[in-house]
């Protein structure tokens, strides 16, 4: 076979790999990273994706994961066992707080949902067992903006991990560890993929004890990403700079038509003057404030329905930060398990729709949502 020296790397579609003897499988143990043994502990384009994304977030070290939930996973039991106390922050993904409140109870893992408001006074919720705050950088649906370096001060002087979901930001607009962020998580099916094709997560760590941990984790719970999903996220996190630009410069224009239109109620964007975080978004988000965006018009789920059904380039799909814009519908999907309480205090009402605008030409999509609003 001549040699071969491809640009990009090929897809190891091999769940194991060979060793010559009982010689190499030692040194396999002996000089962890210098080869591989079974795609469930690391596989090359695993590895890829890994060390891509830890080059973004700056941390320690990464692990891949087959989800965003699995990530979030592996964060949690790499820090915790039964006994231990979690606090999370009630505005986060309601996949996230189903996980921690309905699955990891469970288990033993007890967990309080802290409230916006007081997530800058946390002292009442520190537990002698609590061990980490888990909250995302921008919160999903409605885009509460978290000052991650002054949270960083309080749970470093409460001796508790900081756990944030950077799936929203991404490090082209915050790069948490470096605000003292202790482990970034990421839903990698969203912007770090960003084409809609891919199911996976990713764990960064800023400490090698955690990382390890979290390691652990994935290849004993088998929560390990395959080959082909690796190197189609890879391929997809080569763009991401490019395309955080152009969503964000998209999103602001769409924001800014909302806003303005009169049968908007009200908008959540954190690039928009009158978002309450608008400032912190600034600074932390080094003048990009992402592609996510929730409106709200009347509170009527059949003016919603119209408003959908006259879409004509914009799908309704669960989902986001794929390059094409989507809607979704947080009270039917994201935040559907969520209490009817839980729901009325994030304000997560009948007319609230999740836009997650993708890369095309702005006037298109204004045009698309223009017209769509005439049947609210
Ligand atoms: C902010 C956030 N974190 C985590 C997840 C879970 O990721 P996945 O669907 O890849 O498991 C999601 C999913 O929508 C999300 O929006």
């Not at 288990?107 to 916006?116: A, D, K, N, Q, R």
């Not at 969203?190 to 199911?199: E, I, P």
């Not at 760590?205 to 390890?212: A, M, P, S």
């Not at 209490?339 to 997650?356: D, F, H, K, W």
Request: glycine residues 6%; negative net charge.
């Amino acid at each position: 076979m001549p040699h071969i020296h491809p640009k990009t790397t090929p897809i190891y579609q091999t769940s194991v790999f060979t060793f010559d003897d009982l010689n190499a499988l030692e040194q396999y143990f002996e000089q962890p990273g210098q080869s591989y043994m079974y795609t469930r502990y690391s596989n090359p384009n695993s590895d890829e994706l890994a060390e891509q994304v830890n080059k973004l977030e700056g941390g320690a070290g990464a692990v891949v994961t087959s989800s965003g939930m699995s990530a979030i996973l592996a964060a949690v039991l790499g820090l915790c066992k039964a006994g231990d106390h979690v606090l999370c922050a009630e505005e986060i993904y309601g996949g996230s707080s189903a996980l921690l409140t309905k699955e990891l109870t469970r288990i033993g893992i007890e967990v309080t949902l802290v409230p916006t408001a007081d997530i800058y006074t946390l002292q009442p919720y520190v537990q002698p067992n609590t061990r980490l705050l888990l909250l995302e950088t921008m919160s999903n649906p409605l885009l509460q903006v978290f000052d991650i370096a002054q949270l960083a001060q309080q749970t470093q002087q409460h001796q508790i991990k900081l756990v944030v979901d950077n799936t929203f930001a991404t490090p082209i607009i915050t790069k948490p560890l470096s605000l003292g962020a202790d482990m970034v998580i990421h839903s990698v099916t969203k912007y770090l993929s960003g084409h809609s094709d891919v199911t996976a997560g990713v764990v960064i760590c800023e400490q090698q004890e955690d990382l390890q941990r979290v390691k652990q984790v994935m290849m004993v719970y088998g929560l390990n990403l395959s080959p082909f999903e690796s190197w189609l996220a890879a391929r997809g996190l080569k763009t991401l700079r490019l395309r955080m630009r152009e969503h964000s410069s998209n999103a602001l224009a769409v924001a800014q038509f909302l806003q303005s239109h009169p049968k908007v109620e009200k908008v959540w964007y954190p690039g928009l003057q009158e978002h309450p975080q608008y400032e912190l978004a600034k600074k932390q988000g080094r003048g990009m404030s992402g592609g996510m965006l929730s409106f709200r018009i009347q509170d009527d789920k059949e003016a919603v329905n119209r408003f959908m059904q006259a879409l004509q380039h914009i799908p309704f799909a669960p989902s986001l930060a794929g390059v094409a814009t989507s809607i979704s519908y947080p009270l039917g999907t994201s935040h559907r398990s969520l209490s009817p309480e839980q729901q009325q205090r994030m304000s997560i009402t009948a007319g609230v729709i999740r836009l997650s605008v993708g890369i095309e030409e702005p006037e298109e999509l204004i045009a698309d949502i223009d017209q769509a609003l005439t049947q609210v």
